[in-house]
T-cell receptor, first 113, second 112 residues
Framework: GENVEQHPSTLSVQEGDSAVIKCTYSDSASNYFPWYKQELGKRPQLIIDIRSNVGEKKDQRIAVTLNKTAKHFSLHITETQPEDSAVYFCAASRPEYGNKLVFGAGTILRVKS | GAGVSQSPSNKVTEKGKDVELRCDPISGHTALYWYRQSLGQGLEFLIYFQGNSAPDKSGLPSDRFSAERTGGSVSTLTIQRTQQEDSAVYLC??????????FGEGSWLTVV
């Protein structure tokens, strides 16, 4: 089955710097890759997603890139702010499994002001 | 309501007792998921319902766990003979076909 690995497990950046979180997946048939942000004690929130027919997607300070050949995708946050501090999870799913997501282990992002 | 609703929000139960957790998905969402998250850990898939198809139960950790979805809407996750290792947040999510699941606030289960 699908296996998603996420790096780094923790990331500290200075406010205003960029943050990059990377994920690799094992199943070449996976075609949907969402990212979730989870603040302490809160539910995971979908922040951006990308499908395999697109190489990059951007939404304000957040962007996601996908390299299907290498089977990896990344989350980029620019001009980080303290409120970006949270745990970020990547995930992947195959079309025939609907949206049954396999999640990465998560990255704790700390933005220092 | 506008979002996924879960109840109870918190549950403390004695080891060996059965518990039921309820999920009300977003109206019109055909897919419903249950995930489990232990303290400080990632999201563990439990079960997935899609329309009238047979559910994918491949993530249920033991036969003490079961779930049903009635009328294509509300779902109940049942844990029988609870153990301390069952203590976790149980998260329900729902989605339309082809979109990312949206999560509820979770049911925090503590087995003492």
């Amino acid at each position: 089955g699908e296996n998603v690995e996420q790096h780094p497990s923790t990331l500290s950046v200075q406010e205003g710097d960029s943050a990059v979180i990377k994920c690799t997946y094992s199943d070449s048939a996976s075609n949907y890759f969402p990212w979730y942000k989870q603040e302490l004690g809160k539910r995971p929130q979908l922040i951006i997603d990308i499908r395999s027919n697109v190489g990059e997607k951007k939404d304000q300070r957040i962007a996601v890139t996908l390299n299907k050949t290498a089977k990896h995708f990344s989350l980029h946050i620019t001009e980080t702010q303290p409120e970006d501090s949270a745990v970020y999870f990547c995930a992947a799913s195959r079309p025939e499994y609907g949206n049954k997501l396999v999640f990465g282990a998560g990255t704790i992002l700390r933005v220092k002001s | 309501g506008a979002g996924v609703s879960q109840s109870p929000s918190n549950k403390v139960t004695e080891k060996g007792k059965d518990v039921e957790l309820r999920c009300d998905p977003i109206s019109g969402h055909t897919a419903l998921y249950w995930y489990r998250q232990s303290l400080g850990q990632g999201l563990e898939f439990l079960i997935y319902f899609q329309g009238n198809s047979a559910p994918d139960k491949s993530g249920l950790p033991s036969d003490r766990f079961s779930a049903e979805r009635t009328g294509g809407s509300v779902s109940t996750l049942t844990i029988q003979r609870t153990q301390q290792e069952d203590s976790a947040v149980y998260l329900c999510a729902s989605s339309l076909a082809g979109t990312g699941p949206l999560f509820g606030e979770g049911s925090w289960l503590t087995v003492v």
